[in-house]
């Protein structure tokens, strides 16, 4: 009803913006409207309300710890700026070691060379190349690398008689090239190098999915005895990889294993009939919602404001950002990531061929399933402190209805409280603008093709604490009405939590699509009826 | 930039700790009070507000000037806040026990305000409390989305210009007259909702949480 009246005109009115002439005729005009002259008064009392509420003085326990801090910081003698340029120098002395220890390695591995020259040509297979080119994983590496599958020498060196490195060879022969294997850069149980991609989305069905660059001839072919041509080989998106971070290692092992389950699970679907894009393709494709109305109330729930938002509270720790942020240009602090969404955005549209990849595979994983597809999709992690773990991940597509979108999955998770997950889709508009809309709450006041009020769609997200679980379970059990297309478990799928929902999602719709990163038990379910998303209930 | 501020902070980025600790011992109650308006309880608010301060302390070598530094400063405070209420309303949703079958998106706000209303504990706020009227308002505006209870403090609690809010919040000033606007209406749709219940539902029964009302006038 308010529509009708001119916003801005009651704004300016009520905020005191009017110019004199503007303001004797909105008077003019309240003097003939009462609806409009109650509303506005209503207003101003209001307004006068909110700026009569009483300061408060804040407890001295605020600056107690803030003083503390300063304190310390003097005591220190290191600036603030200081104390991260330390940080990042230690990071830099880490990537020198690095570099060292790769100068080393191709010294050892020069000696091989020879020794191997001079004994069995068999040996070559078990080198591994590795390149300088844009790895985000390749943290001091100063130029093309040739490194041994071990960072230990004495150890790689002792594998080079080794028959069994012939056999990881040749496995992933099978996914690359002929006796060519990619190096890691981090030591990892001593397994054999293309093992470690896994742990980072890249490696899928026993393939390793990287871009490969170039070939770049080798020097004399193999059957003449020489070397072996070098394909060089960049992963991508593997910032993750080096972040020194224990913490975050063990995290992104297991969604590592838990994307790996994502992503063959929907490789065996047709991106159409599964993920959230379908959701996607309601909200966005009907007329209602491509209205005036609608777009109006994008621009109140959306653009930059909540965009900085979700990501920003996912990057808490600092320090580990900044740290990061010096040698992996993917990793941004705060309101730095809006725009590395925008830039992802941008190149994601010049790649149709990504695009593609992505709308194949990165739906409904996380970020590590994305990532497989191609490396485009950035992942991020900031180890967090107290035991606690703390990850944003995001990834690119396109809607089904060829939307772009953006979709962000931030992950707080303390075992000290309850793990928590914030579910956030960004939507690209027309103005190239992120329009972000958290999952159930922020959707209620959407309008709907129906213009009942509420939504259509109902995405349920629900953590529920273990102590919880047989009123879930008892909940889903007694859902009757509608159909479940599919439900997103973000839990680990190793767990008895996510047994007992499986359990319960079986009673309820047998042989259900159930797509589970890895946190904390949590479900989101999608319910259609006769093709068309229903809001059937709420947990 | 105010003179006085532009000499504290040209001080702290030279590494003067004595005008940074001045610095933020000027902008504490206005930090705090914001975050009180914000999430409407007191301990979470000195505490986003400690965080707030010690986020600046770590990255006040990252303050360009390009605002000013209690803008900055109350940026910093607004994401906290933000964030804390968002995660609040997370765990909301993770309660069983408050949710109803069958009660869509809707629901989840009300148990938002009604968790709200439990968070709230005795303190200093009580005494205004007897304000029946100042007292409303701070219930509707607990009961508004973030980015609607967000420009509506900034504007009136701090009395921010658009210019400010705008860097506050990251929107153009455009965007922040639309927004404050249609945070006005929902407001003044949360305070007829509320008097509404008081006068004629007795029970206590929800009203609409939306502020979707509010554009009906």
């Known amino acids: ?539 | 930039m105010d003179v006085s501020e532009q000499e504290l902070v040209s001080r702290v980025t030279q590494g003067d700790r004595a005008a940074l600790g001045e610095l933020l011992e000027r902008y504490q109650g206005r930090v705090f009070n914001i975050a009180l308006r914000m999430v409407h309880h007191r301990e979470d608010a000195a505490e986003l507000t400690q965080d707030a301060m010690l986020k600046v302390i770590e990255h006040i070598g990252e303050f360009h000037g390009r605002s000013k530094l209690s803008t900055w400063m109350i940026r910093i405070a607004m994401n906290l806040c933000i964030s804390h209420l968002r995660k609040r309303r997370l765990r909301l949703t993770t309660s069983l026990d408050q949710g109803r079958p069958g009660g869509g998106n809707g629901d989840q706000s009300v148990a938002l305000r009604d968790m709200i209303a439990d968070d709230r504990e005795p303190g200093p706020l009580d005494r205004v409390q007897r304000d029946e009227g100042l007292a409303m308002l701070r219930e509707a505006i607990a009961q508004l989305p973030e980015d609607h209870r967000a420009i509506l403090v900034l504007r009136d609690i701090d009395e921010m210009d658009y210019r400010e809010i705008g860097e506050v919040l990251g929107l153009a000033t455009g965007t922040v007259k639309s927004r404050l606007f249609r945070a006005r209406l929902a407001l003044r749709g949360q305070v007829q909702s509320l008097t509404q219940r008081d006068d004629n539902v007795p029970d206590g029964s929800a009203p609409n949480a939306t502020g979707k009302g509010a554009a009906d006038g």
């Not at chain 1, 290191?78 to 390695?105: F, I, M, Q």
């Open chain 1, 1 to 539: 009803m308010v529509d009708r009246w001119d916003e801005r005109q009651c704004l300016g009115y009520l905020e005191g913006d009017l110019t004199p002439d503007e303001m004797a005729r909105f008077e003019q005009r309240m003097s003939l409207d009462r609806k409009l002259r109650e509303l506005i008064k209503a207003m101003q009392a209001d307004r006068a309300g909110l700026r009569a509420l009483p300061d408060e003085q804040p407890p001295t326990s605020v600056m107690d710890a803030v003083n503390g801090r300063l304190e310390r910081v003097m005591l220190l003698e290191d600036s603030p700026s200081e104390l991260a340029e330390a940080a990042t120098a230690r990071r830099v002395h880490r990537g020198r070691l690095l570099a060292y220890a790769g100068l080393a390695a191709m010294v050892l591995l020069s000696t091989g060379l020879i020794i191997y020259t001079l004994t069995d040509g068999r040996l070559q297979e078990q080198l591994v190349m590795t390149s300088e080119q844009d790895s985000p994983a390749d943290e001091g590496a100063a130029g093309p690398m040739l490194a041994l599958k071990d960072s230990e020498p004495e150890r790689a060196l002792s594998k080079l008689s080794m028959p069994q490195s012939r056999d990881r060879a040749s496995r992933f022969e099978d996914g690359v090239s002929d006796g060519i294997a990619i190096a890691k850069k981090k030591e990892a149980d001593g397994d054999a190098i293309g093992e470690s991609a896994p742990t980072v989305g890249a490696r899928v069905d026993g393939r390793v999915d990287g871009h490969v660059d170039a070939i770049q001839p080798g020097g004399a072919p193999a059957s003449s005895g020489g070397s072996k041509p070098r394909v060089v080989i960049r992963q991508g998106a593997l910032a993750l990889a080096d972040t020194d971070d224990a913490t975050y290692e063990a995290g992104l092992e297991q969604r590592g294993q838990a994307g790996a389950d994502s992503k063959n699970r929907l490789a065996e679907k047709p991106a159409s009939s599964v993920l959230e894009s379908s959701v996607e393709l309601e909200l966005f494709s009907s007329d209602a919602q491509r209205s005036p109305a609608f777009k109006q109330n994008n621009e109140r729930l959306g653009d930059g404001l909540d965009a900085t938002l979700a990501l920003g509270e996912n990057v808490g720790h600092k320090s580990d950002a900044r740290e990061l942020k010096g040698t992996h240009p993917e990793v941004r602090e705060g309101e730095d990531q809006e725009e590395l969404l925008q830039e992802h955005l941008t190149a994601w549209r010049r790649n149709d061929a990504l695009r593609r990849r992505l709308e194949a595979a990165a739906w409904g994983g996380d970020s590590v399933a994305a990532a497989g597809a191609g490396g485009y999709v950035s992942g991020r992690s900031l180890g967090g402190s107290d035991g606690g773990f703390a990850s944003l991940d995001t990834a690119a597509g396109m809607t089904a209805d060829g939307v772009p979108a953006v979709r962000v999955v931030a992950y707080c998770t303390n075992p000290q409280t309850n793990r928590q997950s914030l579910l956030a889709w960004m939507r690209i508009d027309d103005g190239n603008r992120i329009d972000n809309r958290l999952a159930a709450p922020a959707m209620a006041n959407e309008p709907t093709a129906a213009g009942s009020g509420q939504p259509q769609i109902v995405r349920l997200d629900v953590v529920v604490p273990a102590s919880q679980l047989p009123v879930l379970m008892d909940r889903l059990n007694s859902l009757s009405s509608g159909v479940l297309d599919w439900a997103y478990v973000p839990t680990s799928p190793h767990g008895p939590q996510w047994i007992a929902v499986m359990q319960a999602l079986d009673v309820l719709s047998p042989g259900l699509p159930v797509y589970s990163p890895d946190v904390d038990l949590a479900l989101t379910v999608i319910f259609h009826e006769a093709g068309e998303p229903v809001s059937v209930a709420s947990f």
